[in-house]
């Protein structure tokens, strides 16, 4: 069976999402499997950013993903608020460096997002699968850092 390209693998995620409730990455990747695409938690993790796929509650109060709200502006305060309750597990500080511990796969969108609201103790990020490192211009600055994102995660 010929796996699906990118664009039409976007445009089934698209389709899944706007007609059923999927509110994790597990649930999208055995709804994509159900139609006959089979891919990596990564590369469903990049889809959905690439889509701009929102996690939003049903009525019911339980997770899902949505497409995003045409022509609402995204403040970047907002976005790293919400991607750093989501996905974020923790934020310590090493000399200046505070690492960002998160989900497997949000990494990168934690790095976009801090990068995205050009903090003024942010000197630059780097992220892997689980892991965002954020530079800070000294040790002083990263413990500060450190505790503003650990309250935005919610430790």
Do not use: W
Not at 121 to 139: E, M, N, P, S
Request: include cysteine; charge should be positive.
């Amino acid at each position: 069976m010929r796996q699906p390209g990118k664009a039409e693998r976007q445009r089934l995620i698209a389709s899944i999402v706007a007609r059923r409730r999927v509110g994790t990455q597990l649930e999208l990747l055995d709804a994509l499997a159900k139609a006959g695409c089979r891919v990596t938690q990564a590369t469903v993790s990049r889809d959905i950013r690439e889509l701009g796929l929102e996690k939003t509650h049903d009525p019911l109060g339980r997770p899902r993903y949505a497409p995003p709200q045409p022509g609402r502006p995204v403040d970047p305060n907002q976005a790293l608020a919400g991607v750093l309750s989501q996905f974020a597990r923790r934020a310590v500080a090493a000399q200046n460096i505070v690492v960002v511990h998160s989900e497997l796969g949000t990494a990168p969108a934690i790095a976009r997002a801090l990068d995205n609201l050009a903090h003024a103790r942010i000197v630059g990020t780097l992220a892997g699968d689980d892991t965002c490192l954020v530079i800070a211009q000294d040790a002083a600055e990263a413990r500060s850092l450190a505790r503003e994102l650990g309250a935005a995660i919610g430790g």
